[in-house]
Nanobody, 115 residues
């Protein structure tokens, strides 16, 4: 069974930064892609950033230029560096891992941007 463990969420002021981590229980190269999604209260879950095994990345328009997804292959960990945070970034952030016929989710970590 694949496990994804997120960490790094918290409360931050507007304009601040946070780095989320997602540690996978097996090699991240066993997945076609990994990514970060978020879900705000009353809204649908949405893609924030995604990175493929080949290293290609894509971002939601709302976070381009502010967020960066990266990975550490040796630690089986994917990161989401979030800069210039805005109140509208407030949400539960979920780590995601994709295989051809399966999708895996972490338990989520809360990010709150507020003064």
């Amino acid at each position: 069974q694949v496990q994804l463990a997120e960490s790094g969420g918290g409360l931050v002021q507007p304009g601040g930064s946070l780095r989320l981590s997602c540690a996978a229980s097996r090699s991240i190269f066993s997945f076609n892609a990994m990514g970060w999604y978020r879900q705000a209260p009353g809204k649908e879950r949405e893609l924030v950033a995604r990175i493929t095994t080949g290293g290609s990345t894509n971002y939601a328009d709302s976070v381009k230029g502010r967020f960066t997804i990266s990975r550490d292959n040796g630690k089986n960990t994917v990161y989401l560096q979030m800069n210039s945070l805005k109140p509208e970034d407030t949400a539960v952030y979920y780590c995601n891992a994709e295989r051809e016929f399966s999708t895996y989710w972490g338990q989520g970590t809360q990010v709150t941007v507020s003064s």
